[in-house]
């Protein structure tokens, strides 16, 4: 039977979503980006890192060319500190928008007709 690990000798692989944290990040603190070493360093514990992976999703860049750029970039600058990268291209689908401004307070405009405009959004 193996001998039991200690806390020291135990090993961490940190998982990072990138979106799940960019959000988090952004309403606790203002701002959303921060580097999965960091967080990777700030939950080791005194325990041994092994290894990083940043899950995130990537724009299309028929669609969003610099939201492309901006994300390739990034994923560079993580990839150089040693941390795996696993992107996926973003999935995109039509919907509908609604412009619901002239409606106004519904109890002031019992019984009026209105018009809402609809455009088509992805």
Not at 99 to 119: I, N, Q, Y
Request: aromatic share 6%; with cysteine; charged share 30%.
């Amino acid at each position: 039977m193996p001998a039991k690990r200690t806390d020291a000798e135990a090993r961490v692989m940190v998982f990072v979503d990138g979106q799940n944290v960019f959000k988090t990040c952004e309403r606790q603190f203002g701002r959303g980006l921060v580097h999965p070493v960091l967080i990777a360093r700030a939950l080791l514990g005194g325990r041994k890192l092994v290894g990083s992976r940043y899950c995130s999703g990537v724009p299309d860049p028929r669609k969003d060319p610099h939201g492309n750029a901006v994300a390739n970039r990034r994923h560079a600058l993580i990839r150089r500190t040693g941390v795996t990268v696993v992107e996926r291209m973003l999935r995109y689908r039509w919907e509908w928008g609604l412009d619901t401004r002239p409606l106004g307070d519904p109890a002031k405009h019992v019984g009026e007709v209105h018009t809402v405009d609809t455009t088509p959004y992805e």
